[in-house]
T-cell receptor
Framework: SQELEQSPQSLIVQEGKNLTINCTSS?????LYWYKQKYGEGLIFLMM?????EEKSHEKITAKLDEKKQQSSLHITASQPSHAGIYLC????????????FGKGTLLTVNP | GAGVSQTPSNKVTEKGKYVELRCDPI?????LYWYRQSLGQGPEFLIY????????DSGLPNDRFFAVRPEGSVSTLKIQRTERGDSAVYLC?????????????FGPGTRLTVT
């Protein structure tokens, strides 16, 4: 089974709507990273979370880390077509300090 | 400044051929990583360099895969006797140092297709 599970696998929303993507680990999280990927492009770094209860925001995107639940959520407020893409969570789940394990990604479509 | 760059962006090769994929990390970044992303999957770790040495190559699938970073900057991933199953996007990333405080910045990837 996947060590990092993302849900939902895909999401279609109307422009202006809020949405949440979840990332759950089966192992202890030593660091959690959110990336965005567009087709044919590399991963764009969004946010890094390290401490339980930590919450970070960038523009209309907020990410939280629940260390006890080994889970992180990514919330987008008032979605725009520019938010469309694949959102990937990556985590250091072995305490290596360098090796990231990724979920399969969540494909977000925002309809104008 | 310039981000991580990778060349070529696309590579089509025949089964059994040898390929080299190049990564130019962000200037000054000491750590360099290679990941492989298959269709519909997240990236999977292949190998990590700290400086010139491969500190962890546990993710390389088999001995057909090899990577070097001779001067501690540019890295080349080499695949011998390519197989159709090697088809994927090969992503390179770099970070200033290793550690959970240092985010990994990814390049655009090389899409490898083995026919």
């Amino acid at each position: 089974s996947q060590e990092l599970e993302q849900s939902p696998q895909s999401l279609i929303v109307q422009e202006g709507k809020n949405l949440t993507i979840n990332c759950t680990s089966s192992k202890t999280l030593y660091g959690l990273y959110w990336y965005k990927q567009k087709y044919g492009e590399g991963l764009i770094f969004l946010m890094m979370l390290q401490k339980g209860g930590e919450e970070k925001s960038h523009e209309k995107i907020t990410a939280k880390l629940d260390e006890k639940k080994q889970q992180s959520s990514l919330h987008i407020t008032a979605s725009q077509p520019s938010h469309a893409g694949i959102y990937l969570c990556g985590a250091d789940i072995g305490g290596s300090n360098y090796k990231l394990t990724f979920g399969k990604g969540t494909l977000l479509t925002v309809n104008p | 400044g310039a981000g991580v760059s990778q060349t070529p962006s696309n590579k089509v090769t025949e089964k059994g051929k040898y390929v080299e994929l190049r990564c130019d990390p962000i200037s000054g970044h000491t750590a360099l990583y290679w990941y492989r992303q298959s269709l519909g999957q997240g990236p999977e770790f292949l190998i990590y360099f700290q400086g010139t040495g491969a500190a962890d190559d546990s993710g390389l699938p088999n001995d057909r895969f090899f990577a070097v970073r001779p001067e501690g900057s540019v890295s080349t991933l080499k695949i011998q006797r390519t197989e159709r199953g090697d088809s994927a996007v090969y992503l390179c990333a770099s970070s200033l140092e290793i550690g959970q405080h240092y985010e990994q910045y990814f390049g655009p990837g090389t899409r490898l297709t083995v026919t």
